[in-house]
């Protein structure tokens, strides 16, 4: 079974870091593009950052700066390290793959989100 397990969240005071990481797991050919989504209450959800397989990154124009995505392609994972924390960057993370290719052929993935809470 292919899934996309995350750890690293938690409560941080503002101006901290923490790092997010987010594995996949099962029989995989391939994966290229890896992402973090976050959603806070009451909002859409929306994307924090993006990876190719070449290395290539996108921010939001909130985290630029701030946060920094890297991958392992040997490992299949994703990492966001996330420093200088405001309150505003509270929200559930999801790790998203908008296509990875399985034994089942190639699907989008979601983590289960792991909480970020930033207090002031």
């Known amino acids: 079974q292919v899934q996309l397990v995350e750890s690293g969240g938690g409560l941080v005071q503002a101006g901290g870091s923490l790092r997010l990481s987010c594995a996949a797991s099962?029989?995989?050919?391939?994966?290229?593009?890896m992402g973090w989504y976050r959603q806070a209450p009451g909002k859409q959800r929306e994307l924090v950052a993006s990876i190719s397989s070449g290395r290539s990154t996108n921010y939001a124009d909130s985290v630029k700066g701030r946060f920094t995505i890297s991958r392992d392609n040997a490992k299949n994972t994703v990492y966001l390290q996330m420093n200088s924390l405001k309150p505003e960057d509270t929200a559930v993370y999801y790790c998203?793959?908008?296509?990875?290719?399985?034994?089942?052929?190639?699907?989008?993935?979601w983590g289960q989100g792991t909480q970020v809470t930033v207090s002031s």
């Open positions: 998203n793959v908008p296509t990875m290719v399985t034994t089942r052929g190639s699907s989008a993935y």
């Open positions: 099962g029989i995989i050919f391939s994966i290229n593009v």
